[in-house]
């Protein structure tokens, strides 16, 4: 494993600036020369050390073409999403108002804003929250009568 270990310490730096320059992302880069050295140790025995770093340079080019591919299909992918719906601001500055009304607890806060500004499930909520099932139905229905109470009392 020494000879391996040598090859790294020689050739890691070069193909790191390489994989860099062709993605122009250092974590990216890091993932492609990482694959390159693993493909290397994991085809050691066949890889004639005297076409290093070259070998090592072919690799990290086709991950990248990889790369560019699938980013390239994605970003087709997202420009056939619709936009998402105008929410009209009124709507956004009432739900405000109702997370951030005085009389919630934080807690109550937060599974009202997961729950119903996030959308998830309440199993979601309390795996989020560290509460149980339970526990977060009591938060969310008592938040929901202080807020039906407090509305009752002030409609503005």
């Given at each position: 494993m020494g000879d391996f270990d040598d090859v790294y310490a020689h050739h890691a730096g070069p193909v790191?600036?390489?994989?860099?320059?062709?993605?122009?992302r250092r974590e990216i880069a890091?993932?492609?020369a990482a694959e390159?050295?693993?493909?290397?140790?994991?085809h050691?025995?066949?890889?004639?050390?005297?076409?290093?770093?070259?070998?090592?340079?072919?690799?990290?080019?086709?991950?990248?073409?990889?790369y560019?591919?699938?980013?390239?299909?994605?970003?087709?992918?997202?420009?056939?999403?619709?936009?998402?719906p105008a929410v009209p601001p009124a709507a956004?500055?009432?739900e405000l108002a109702l997370v951030r009304h005085p009389s919630l607890k934080p807690l109550h806060r937060v599974c009202l804003r997961l729950r119903y500004?996030?959308?998830m499930t309440v199993a979601?909520?309390?795996?989020?929250?560290?509460?149980?099932?339970?526990?977060?139905?009591?938060?969310?229905?008592y938040a929901r009568q202080i807020l039906r109470r407090e509305l009752a009392r002030d409609p503005q």
């Open positions: 790191l600036r390489f994989a860099w320059r062709l993605v122009g890091e993932e492609l390159a050295f693993l493909a290397l140790h994991q050691w025995s066949s890889v004639d050390v005297a076409q290093l770093p070259g070998w090592l340079f072919a690799v990290v080019r086709n991950r990248a073409v990889d560019w591919r699938h980013r390239s299909v994605e970003d087709r992918y997202v420009q056939t999403l619709p936009a998402d956004v500055e009432f500004g996030h959308g979601e909520v309390a795996s989020a929250v560290g509460l149980s099932d339970t526990q977060v139905k009591g938060h969310l229905q």
